[in-house]
């Protein structure tokens, strides 16, 4: 249990489980020590809830946040096979993905489009927007019981293949998601990885890799619908923008698109009904000045909404699981 003469703990609403929010009930209150002091009941109330909101504990630097992160995990991990662009701060601190502030980005699990992944996720908040910017939470138990049996069992039985086409000067290049200039060690990292790669032509990098549509969750022994079909697919981007590009690059050699691993293409019906049962398990929070949150990234998913002004958050992903076992 947490020690109480420290800090108080209650749901953010009370008709959802997450995220739990604690404050301190003294000012003097030291984070890390308090954090490694009651690891072990922060890590039961993090199974429970699914993600803690820790608010009044001024976690606006790196230096703090690096030692919020020595406290609540086993070790933060390098950002590997980028999806989205974001700066590195330290050995293992990043900012959150920097799209344009106009953009929403899809609620998804972080590196559910891979076969390994962070269990934990680490936001804190550095500086919040002027307006919006929040980063939204969805309860992927929720989220699982909201699918039809039809749209679940797909998912769980075929699981999902990512296709990436890198095209110079669209999406993310190959040296950014490898975080190297050398062809060859491209291909050791995808071999290490599991993911199928050529370089189209000897000029243009294509990776497929197939990963899980549905998972167990390492410690709740239960299934949870766990990737980011919905969000790769190219009908993310909107008709019209989706249209253009299928146009332009057919749908063999899109810069980025998913599919069922057996290689057919995941219905509409079966995306559109992904997105509305995201869309309906959505939780808010405005983000305050030195907040962070710790998230279980199997249990809950997140996203960011369009904002104004400055707004800079700090994120860590941390202590891997592997699906291949």
């Known amino acids: ?49 699914g993600a803690i909101l820790f608010r009044d504990f001024a976690v606006d630097t790196v230096e703090r946040f690096d030692v919020v992160i020595h406290a609540l995990t086993r070790q933060a991990l390098a950002y590997e096979y980028r999806s989205t662009p974001r700066e590195k701060l330290g050995s293992a601190i ?17 590196n559910a489009y891979q076969r390994d992944w962070p269990t934990k996720i680490l936001f804190a908040c550095a500086h919040p927007a002027l307006t919006g910017g929040q980063t939204p939470l969805a309860d992927m138990i929720a989220v699982s019981r909201r699918l039809s049996a039809d749209c679940f069992e797909s998912f769980r039985a075929k699981g999902v293949c990512y296709v990436r086409n890198y095209h110079e000067g669209m999406d993310l290049s190959w040296q950014n998601v490898f975080q190297t200039e050398a062809r060859d060690e491209v291909g050791a990292i995808c071999r290490r990885m599991g993911i199928d790669f050529d370089w189209v032509d000897g000029e243009r990098l294509r990776t497929r890799q197939l990963a ?7 410690v709740l022994d239960r299934d949870i619908f766990f990737n980011q079909a919905h969000l790769f697919h190219v009908s993310s981007l909107g008709t019209e923008a989706a249209d253009s590009l299928i146009e332009t690059f057919g749908l063999d050699a899109l810069p980025r698109h998913a599919c069922f691993g057996d290689m057919t293409e995941i219905p509409s019906v079966q995306l559109d009904e992904i997105r509305a049962a995201f869309d309906a398990e959505k939780v808010h929070f ?6 962070f949150v710790l998230i279980d990234n199997m249990q809950v998913a997140h996203g960011r909404e369009p904002f104004t002004g400055k707004r800079r958050i700090l994120a860590s992903l941390c202590d891997a699981y592997s699906e291949v076992r």
Do not use: K
């Open 1 to 49: 249990m947490l020690d109480r003469s420290d800090v108080t703990a209650e749901p953010l609403r009370q008709d959802n489980r997450m995220p739990l929010v604690v404050r301190p009930v003294r000012t003097n209150l030291e984070v890390g020590q308090f954090l490694l002091a009651n690891r072990a009941a922060i890590d039961h109330l993090l199974l429970q809830h």
């Open 94 to 110: 990043y900012t959150a993905s920097e799209y344009p502030a106009r953009h929403t980005i899809p609620m998804h699990c972080e």
């Open 212 to 218: 899980q549509g549905v998972t167990r969750h390492h």
């Open 286 to 291: 405005d983000w305050q000045q030195g907040d």
